[in-house]
């Protein structure tokens, strides 16, 4: 039991600078595994923080008992009209209705299908790196970490990659902190949001091309075709799901291993035998999605504590990541760790990470060309992390290399 009282604040953004508050998460794991966590009005009150790495597997499984739907996902409550409005996204559906959203898109993110990409993302990730290799020095994030997701989806999706980047400058805005952004700056990130896929919605509708944009335009659940409130929800969950959740692994990633030199050689080293134990350790360690809220339905136990119907529970995946009954020195960095049984990509059940094969495939390219092109990497000033408790990774990070010549002509 540790004896020192650490001040437990997952609320605010600020205990998210940085990188993962993991002094308060070594405390939950060894006083509270399932704490009362007390929060402002303004959200709706508290919520129950889970930690360990079972239990939060049993809550993502049991859609019946912690709901996706009756508050949806975010830890602040919405008002009537807008938690309304966010249940046309899946994300916020509990099955059966979720499952016949899932299957529309489904098809295109099984192994087989992302497989089809590898090629084209190694291409995507190679060129990333000839926009800055000569050089010697870029932002970490917004010249390498944040370009690849962004690409990759706005070419799933059918649009231009200048316009993947703008969709994905906003995502970030959308998932930092409440106490972080403005109501205003929300609500024209929103504005810009819906004029965007109400114009993509009618293009596509109208001159369909080989792409899930098109796929979903023509797409019909329950004899309907999707309204344009929920094509928009669908446009805006594959552009924020995949977009600053692998930026943050790749960003956190790399810095993790400059802090780290050693083990940042050995991976160069041993790149090929290392890399199936090392994506799944940095997924860990950085865990980019930090939690999600589900509602409880019924009073209920977890674990041994009990949860009364209506209240909010949180599921910290990254603190679950580090629970020290399931992982050996968890504060470890393990390139070798193995198994591994993270829940960076979420806890089971219905709403696992749809774009984890996807994901994979991402990190190993871009970290192929990170170690075998940008050598002698080093910080040039202080990392800022993204002020949010949601999702975790490096805002900006500026860092130098040796220069180097162009992979392509
Ligand atoms: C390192 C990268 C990523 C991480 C850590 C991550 C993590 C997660 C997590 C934790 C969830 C919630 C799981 C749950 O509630 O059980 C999720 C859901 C989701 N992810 Fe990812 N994700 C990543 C990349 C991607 C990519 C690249 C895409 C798509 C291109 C994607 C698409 C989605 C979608 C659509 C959902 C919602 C699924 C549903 O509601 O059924 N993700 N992801």
Same mark, same amino acid.
């Given at each position: 039991?540790?004896?020192?009282?650490?001040?437990?604040?997952?609320?605010?953004?600020?205990?998210?600078?940085?990188?993962?508050?993991?002094?308060?998460?070594?405390?939950?794991?060894?006083?509270?595994?399932?704490?009362?966590?007390?929060?402002?009005?303004?959200?709706?009150?508290?919520?129950?923080?889970?930690?360990?790495?079972?239990?939060?597997?049993?809550?993502?499984?049991?859609?019946?008992?912690?709901?996706?739907?009756?508050?949806?996902?975010?830890?602040?409550?919405?008002?009537?009209?807008?938690?309304?409005?966010?249940?046309?996204?899946?994300?916020?559906?509990?099955?059966?209705?979720?499952?016949?959203?899932?299957?529309?898109?489904?098809?295109?993110?099984?192994?087989?299908?992302?497989?089809?990409?590898?090629?084209?993302?190694?291409?995507?990730?190679?060129?990333?790196?000839?926009?800055?290799?000569?050089?010697?020095?870029?932002?970490?994030?917004?010249?390498?970490?944040?370009?690849?997701?962004?690409?990759?989806?706005?070419?799933?999706?059918?649009?231009?990659?200048?316009?993947?980047?703008?969709?994905?400058?906003?995502?970030?805005?959308?998932?930092?902190?409440?106490?972080?952004?403005?109501?205003?700056?929300?609500?024209?990130?929103?504005?810009?949001?819906?004029?965007?896929? @109400? !114009?993509?919605?009618?293009?596509?509708? =109208? /001159? %369909?091309?080989?792409?899930?944009?098109? +796929?979903?335009?023509?797409?019909? *659940?329950?004899?309907?075709?999707?309204?344009?409130?929920?094509?928009?929800?669908?446009?805006?969950?594959?552009?924020?799901?995949?977009?600053?959740?692998?930026?943050?692994?790749?960003?956190?990633?790399?810095?993790?291993?400059?802090?780290?030199?050693?083990?940042?050689?050995?991976?160069?080293?041993?790149?090929?035998?290392?890399?199936?134990?090392?994506?799944?350790?940095?997924?860990?360690?950085?865990?980019?999605?930090?939690?999600?809220?589900?509602?409880?339905?019924?009073?209920?136990?977890?674990?041994?504590?009990?949860?009364?119907?209506?209240?909010?529970?949180?599921?910290?995946?990254?603190? @679950? !990541?580090?629970?020290?009954?399931?992982? =050996? /020195? %968890?504060?470890?960095?393990?390139?070798? +760790?193995?198994?591994?049984?993270? *829940?960076?990509?979420?806890?089971?059940?219905?709403?696992?990470?749809?774009?984890?094969?996807?994901?994979?495939?991402?990190?190993?390219?871009?970290?192929?060309?990170?170690?075998?092109?940008?050598?002698?990497?080093?910080?040039?000033?202080?990392?800022?992390?993204?002020?949010?408790?949601?999702?975790?990774?490096?805002?900006?990070?500026?860092?130098?290399?040796?220069?180097?010549?162009?992979?392509?002509?």
């Amino acid at each position: 039991m540790t004896t020192t009282p650490t001040r437990i604040d997952l609320w605010s953004s600020a205990s998210f600078l940085q990188g993962q508050p993991i002094d308060q998460y070594r405390w939950l794991h060894e006083n509270a595994p399932v704490y009362w966590h007390d929060a402002p009005d303004e959200i709706g009150g508290g919520f129950w923080v889970v930690s360990p790495l079972d239990l939060v597997k049993q809550v993502s499984s049991d859609n019946k008992l912690f709901s996706s739907y009756a508050n949806g996902t975010m830890l602040y409550d919405l008002p009537e009209d807008s938690l309304r409005a966010s249940r046309a996204m899946m994300l916020n559906m509990d099955p059966p209705q979720h499952n016949r959203y899932r299957k529309l898109v489904g098809p295109q993110f099984i192994p087989k299908s992302a497989r089809k990409w590898e090629v084209d993302i190694d291409e995507l990730a190679s060129q990333i790196i000839d926009e800055v290799c000569e050089a010697g020095e870029c932002d970490l994030v917004a010249d390498i970490a944040g370009k690849l997701p962004s690409y990759v989806v706005a070419r799933l999706l059918g649009i231009p990659p200048e316009v993947g980047v703008r969709l994905y400058d906003l995502t970030e805005i959308m998932h930092t902190a409440l106490d972080s952004v403005t109501p205003e700056q929300r609500a024209k990130v929103a504005v810009e949001y819906a004029e965007f896929t @109400a !114009n993509l919605h009618k293009e596509k509708t =109208e /001159n %369909p091309t080989a792409d899930l944009a098109s +796929r979903l335009a023509h797409a019909e *659940v329950d004899g309907h075709k999707l309204t344009s409130q929920e094509y928009q929800a669908f446009i805006t969950l594959l552009v924020n799901a995949g977009g600053d959740t692998t930026r943050g692994l790749v960003g956190g990633g790399v810095l993790t291993l400059i802090q780290h030199p050693d083990i940042l050689a050995d991976f160069r080293a041993r790149t090929d035998e290392l890399m199936p134990t090392a994506i799944e350790e940095l997924l860990r360690y950085q865990s980019p999605v930090v939690h999600f809220r589900r509602t409880a339905t019924e009073d209920t136990m977890l674990g041994d504590t009990a949860i009364k119907k209506g209240e909010k529970v949180a599921i910290f995946y990254a603190a @679950a !990541n580090r629970d020290p009954a399931v992982f =050996e /020195n %968890p504060d470890e960095l393990d390139l070798e +760790r193995d198994p591994n049984p993270h *829940v960076a990509f979420g806890g089971g059940g219905p709403h696992f990470c749809l774009g984890s094969h996807f994901a994979r495939i991402e990190i190993e390219s871009m970290f192929r060309q990170i170690l075998s092109r940008l050598h002698n990497l080093e910080l040039v000033d202080e990392p800022v992390w993204v002020p949010s408790n949601f999702t975790s990774g490096p805002q900006r990070a500026r860092i130098r290399f040796t220069p180097s010549a162009k992979a392509n002509a």
